[in-house]
């Protein structure tokens, strides 16, 4: 994943992955408390979805040209910030959640399209925040969901 089209295809393939787990989960199982640790799958994907706002907003802002992350802010401290994007996304049934979640998706991938393609390569700051928020994000909760599942997929 270096170049524009590797890492928009990979993020294609991450989201496929973890598409087919969640299609397997129904609104019960998806809104059951406790099926990922202490957080439905609900709840998971407004996690996700957080995180996703996020950096959208930080690849929108290097595309302006600025920095990605406004002084003072750190990301640096996931247990801060993931009950947070939860509770902001207030009590959504799964299947609100799931929607919300492919939407912020689609947001992302716009904006990582829309990165001038000499900024993507190996351990540049694109492609960090893409393997960090979905490709390693979205391949560490499909386990969590196979877990879910009984170890199926």
Not at 17 to 28: H, K, N, T
Not at 55 to 61: F, I, L
Not at 72 to 83: A, I, L, R
């Given at each position: 994943?270096?170049?524009?089209?590797?890492?928009?295809g990979a993020m294609q393939d991450a989201k496929a992955?973890?598409?087919?787990?969640?299609?397997?989960?129904?609104?019960?199982h998806g809104s059951?408390?406790?099926?990922?640790?202490?957080w439905s799958v609900a709840q998971l994907l407004q996690h996700m979805h957080g995180w996703l706002t996020e950096?959208?907003?930080?690849?929108?802002?290097m595309n302006a040209g600025q920095r990605p992350t406004p002084e003072?802010?750190?990301?640096?401290?996931?247990?801060?910030?993931?009950?947070r994007f939860v509770a902001e996304r207030g009590e959504q049934t799964y299947e609100q959640a799931r929607a919300?979640?492919?939407?912020a998706h689609e947001a992302f991938v716009s904006a990582v399209g829309q990165v001038d393609a000499g900024r993507f390569g190996e351990g540049k700051t694109i492609n960090r925040m893409v393997e960090g928020v979905?490709?390693?994000h979205y391949a560490e909760h499909a386990e969590d969901l196979d877990a879910f599942l009984g170890g199926e997929h």
């Open positions: 994943m270096t170049d524009r089209a590797a890492t928009l992955s973890l598409e087919e787990r969640l299609s397997r989960i129904d609104e019960a059951w408390e406790g099926a990922v640790g202490e950096m959208t907003t930080a690849v929108e802002r003072g802010v750190d990301y640096s401290d996931p247990e801060e910030w993931n009950p919300a979640f492919g939407e979905v490709t390693h």
